[in-house]
């Protein structure tokens, strides 16, 4: 397979760089969305609390539930949003979706603390 990667986008400030929070979590569970075909329901630890991020992982996996236990990054300063009667209290940071690969997650070297800041 030959990849060819996208043009880098327009320059932005490091300001505009410090307003996304991106932090680690370790993924407790992952459970169906009712009446997706798409979407998975994340339980994630970020140390002091936990929240539910909804990910598009359904047709990416042939089963979601291996990344449980597993540590990533996650966008959790963005506002809660409704899918499919269930809320979403982030994002998931993935690797390859947008360039139309198999998406991947985008992971610490090592174990870190849950919750620990990108940057």
């Known amino acids: 397979m030959t990849f060819n990667p996208a043009e880098i986008k327009p320059q932005i400030s490091m300001l505009d760089l410090d307003k996304i929070d991106i932090r680690v979590g370790?993924?407790?569970?992952?459970?169906?969305?009712?009446?997706?075909d798409k979407l998975v329901k994340l339980r994630v630890s970020f140390g002091n609390h936990q929240r539910t991020i909804l990910a598009a992982l359904k047709q990416e996996?042939?089963?979601?539930?291996?990344?449980?236990?597993?540590q990533a990054l996650f966008v959790v300063n963005l506002p809660t949003k409704k899918m499919r009667n269930e809320l979403s209290e982030g994002m998931l940071f993935d690797i390859g979706y947008a360039d139309g690969l198999v998406p991947v997650l985008a992971t610490p070297e090592t174990t870190v603390p849950d919750g620990a800041r990108v940057g």
């Open 61 to 70: 996996r042939e089963n979601p539930k291996v990344i449980e236990g597993r």
């Open 26 to 36: 370790t993924i407790l569970s992952v459970e169906e969305v009712a009446n997706s």
